[in-house]
């Protein structure tokens, strides 16, 4: 009898040990899953397609055509420069020319 009691409580002894180390097993995996799928930490950093854009004349914008993240296609009209300082600088060549010439 004593025997049979002893074996009884290896067989539940080893059955528990089994089961809890399944159960961590079976957590670890569906925390590292939950972890790949939404992670969340204090100091991320997101990293995005950014592209930068230089215009080919200096001049401060008047309006803007586009919006963050929009999806813009080779040839959208992206901005409006102010045209004033450029305006005044060809009527000033002018002036000048038309000076010179006579």
């Known amino acids: 009898m004593a025997d049979e009691s002893s074996m ?9 040990s089994i089961g809890i180390v ?5 957590v670890c995996v569906l ?9 969340r930490t204090d100091d ?3 990293f ?12 401060p914008i008047v309006k803007l ?9 080779k040839g959208d009209l992206l901005m409006e420069i102010d045209d004033r300082p ?5 009527e000033r060549a002018r002036s000048e020319r ?5």
Do not use: M, W
């Open 8 to 16: 009884r409580k290896k067989l539940v002894g080893k059955a528990l």
């Open 48 to 59: 995005a397609n950014f592209i930068g854009i230089a215009h080919q004349v200096d001049g």
């Open 65 to 73: 055509y586009v919006r963050d993240n929009q999806l813009v296609h």
């Open 86 to 90: 450029y305006r005044f600088a060809l």
């Open 31 to 39: 925390s590292l899953h939950r972890v790949d799928v939404n992670p």
């Open 22 to 26: 399944l159960y961590t097993c079976i």
């Open 98 to 102: 038309e000076a010179l010439e006579g």
């Open 44 to 46: 991320a950093e997101v």
